[in-house]
């Protein structure tokens, strides 16, 4: 009897988290700061290197030093005001479990409206998942980024 009421409310909560099974694949954190926008993206090192060996012609000695930044800008398109933005590599360094990646680019002025949209690592793992964190001039949006839900609009 307490088997059963233990399963069903087990599954209850299961139920009630849509983000149980999600698997963050990457914190990114997108900031304005007067006329500079940095991206710093935070990856989870053994999600990168799947989609790494799966999609990128690289070698592996080259995966995380050279081919990791390539590899996420082309799953990341930002849009500030209709416009879209060229990030570029300023940093990358190693962690225990991550690699972090910081771009940036100038801007002229302050970001408006942001769309938002990745594709990182949702064609190989339909349960990947990346927090966002969106600040302009102090104003601060979190969202979550997955296959369902790839894209986002947010107006400052």
Same mark, same amino acid.
């Given at each position: 009897m307490i088997h059963g009421f233990l399963f069903a409310f087990s599954l209850t909560i299961l139920a009630a988290n849509p983000n149980f099974h999600n698997e963050v694949v990457g914190d990114v954190q997108i900031d304005q700061t007067g006329k500079t926008l940095t991206v710093i993206a935070v !990856?989870? %090192?053994?999600?990168?290197?799947?989609? !790494?060996? %799966?999609?990128?012609d690289c070698r592996p000695q080259e995966m995380m030093s050279v081919c990791a930044g390539e590899y996420f800008l082309q799953n990341l398109q930002l849009t500030a005001d209709g416009k879209s933005i060229e990030l570029k590599k300023v940093d990358q360094r190693l962690e225990q479990s991550s690699v972090v990646i910081t771009y940036q680019t100038s801007m002229k002025e302050t970001i408006k409206k942001l769309d938002v949209m990745s594709s990182y690592l949702f064609h190989l793992n339909s349960h990947a998942l990346i927090r966002l964190q969106l600040s302009v001039d102090g104003a601060i949006k979190h969202y979550q980024l997955n296959t369902s839900k790839p894209s986002i609009t947010a107006n400052f």
């Open positions: !990856l989870d %090192k053994r999600y990168l290197a799947l989609g !790494l060996k %799966k999609d990128a």
